[in-house]
Each structure stands twice: as structure tokens, then as C-alpha cells.
T-cell receptor, first 115, second 114 residues
Framework: AQTVTQSQPEMSVQEAETVTLSCTYD???????LFWYKQPPSRQMILVIR????KQQNATENRFSVNFQKAAKSFSLKISDSQLGDAAMYFC????????????WGAGTKLIIKP | DADVTQTPRNRITKTGKRIMLECSQTKGHDRMYWYRQDPGLGLRLIYYSFDVKDINKGEISDGYSVSRQAQAKFSLSLESAIPNQTALYFC?????????????FGEGSRLTVL
């Protein structure tokens, strides 16, 4: 079965510093999508960034970027210039033919921002 | 107003009671989903619907049922609630087929079964 692993239950970073959240996944597909979602204390899940597997270029959205290593099946999220509003749970998710096009979610990483 | 609205936001009930969680959306999406979130487990798919006449079981459908009353409405029912159904429940919608579709979530319904 497809799995998505987030090995860091909790991470902390000083405000304005950079932090990287890890995610690995398991698949035999060559074409799929990977996502990072943010869940702030308000509970609502919000898409942060999306990566298409067939694109070699790493996706970037303002202060958020990914390091996509297809061969290693690794998809880490880098947050630059961390802000207090970045404090949240972050979930990595996979979507591919082998998951019947339904999202498979990691367990999440709690990000704490230290002022 | 929120694009995806869930009611109730919080509910405490007793074992054996019937519970309905409701979801409505104004995004015009055909695809709707119900997820369950438990600490340390991420989100797990309960049921999903690609249109009014299409309902599919997800990873953990046992003990749950759904109804797609209209394109905009998708309800989740627990016929006889049990304590291990205590969780945070999310409704989500998607407008795209295949793998690229972003999910749009409601604010969640926290259910406690005593």
C-alpha cells in the first residue's frame, strides 16, 4: 500500500529563520502529485504548495519551496523567513494512480515558531 | 461566508446515538469528500462522491453512511455512535479530476462520543 511518512512529529524554529520539514513516500508510479497542506489552530486545511512528479523544477510559492528528490522519493518543505503565522500542523500528501487518485496523507508535523 | 461549511462545528453525544454531520459548498464542485482526522494518523478517507449519483467507500467506511442530497450538499451519518468514532471530521471538495485537484476543506466538525 502507498504510504507517506513524516518522521518529525514536531519542529521548532526561531522567527525569521529557515526550517525544513521532511516527507518521504512510497510508490512505483512515475507520474503523480505531491502536496503540502497547512492546518493552523483554526483547523481548516489550506494548500501550501503542489509538485508534479514529471516536472524536474522544484515548486515555489513565496517563502515556501520544496526539495523534490524523485529517485529518493523525498519531498521536503522549506519555509524561509519564518513568521509567527506559520505556526501550524503541516501535512504531506500523495496522489497517484496507485492510490486510485485519492490523497494519501502523512501523520503531520507540528511547527512551532519561537518569537 | 465560507466556501465549504460544516455543521455542527462541535458535538458531544452518547454511545448508541445517531449523529449527522452536514456539509454544504458554494464552489460549484462536483467532487465531495468526508475525512476523519485522529492525532498522529493524519487524515483518512471515509467516503467520497464524484456526483449526486456516485458514492464510493473510502479507507474507513465501516460504521458510517453518507447521502449526497444535491451537488452542493453531502452529509455523513453515524447510525450508532461509539467512543472510537471520537475524532475531527472534515468535508472537502475538488473541482478537478485525476491527480492535480486541490482539495478545499471546511473548518471541521469535532465529535466526541461518550
Amino acid at each position: 500500500a502507498q504510504t507517506v511518512t513524516q518522521s518529525q512529529p514536531e519542529m521548532s524554529v526561531q522567527e525569521a529563520e529557515t526550517v525544513t520539514l521532511s516527507c518521504t513516500y512510497d510508490t512505483s508510479e512515475s507520474d503523480y502529485y505531491l502536496f503540502w497542506y497547512k492546518q493552523p489552530p483554526s483547523r481548516q486545511m489550506i494548500l501550501v504548495i503542489r509538485q508534479e512528479a514529471y516536472k524536474q523544477q522544484n515548486a515555489t510559492e513565496n517563502r515556501f519551496s520544496v526539495n523534490f528528490q524523485k529517485a529518493a522519493k523525498s519531498f521536503s518543505l522549506k519555509i524561509s523567513d519564518s513568521q509567527l503565522g506559520d505556526a501550524a500542523m503541516y501535512f504531506c500528501a500523495y496522489n497517484g494512480a496507485d492510490s486510485n487518485y485519492q490523497l494519501i496523507w502523512g501523520a503531520g508535523t507540528k511547527l512551532i515558531i519561537k518569537p | 461566508d465560507a466556501d465549504v461549511t460544516q455543521t455542527p462545528r462541535n458535538r458531544i453525544t452518547k454511545t448508541g446515538k445517531r449523529i449527522m454531520l452536514e456539509c454544504s459548498q458554494t464552489k460549484g464542485h462536483d467532487r465531495m469528500y468526508w475525512y476523519r482526522q485522529d492525532p498522529g494518523l493524519g487524515l483518512r478517507l471515509i467516503y467520497y462522491s464524484f456526483d449526486v449519483k456516485d458514492i464510493n467507500k473510502g479507507e474507513i467506511s465501516d460504521g458510517y453512511s453518507v447521502s449526497r442530497q444535491a451537488q452542493a450538499k453531502f452529509s455523513l451519518s453515524l447510525e450508532s455512535a461509539i467512543p472510537n468514532q471520537t475524532a475531527l471530521y472534515f468535508c472537502a471538495t475538488s473541482g478537478l479530476a485525476g491527480t492535480a485537484g486541490e482539495l478545499f476543506f471546511g473548518e471541521g466538525s469535532r465529535l466526541t462520543v461518550l
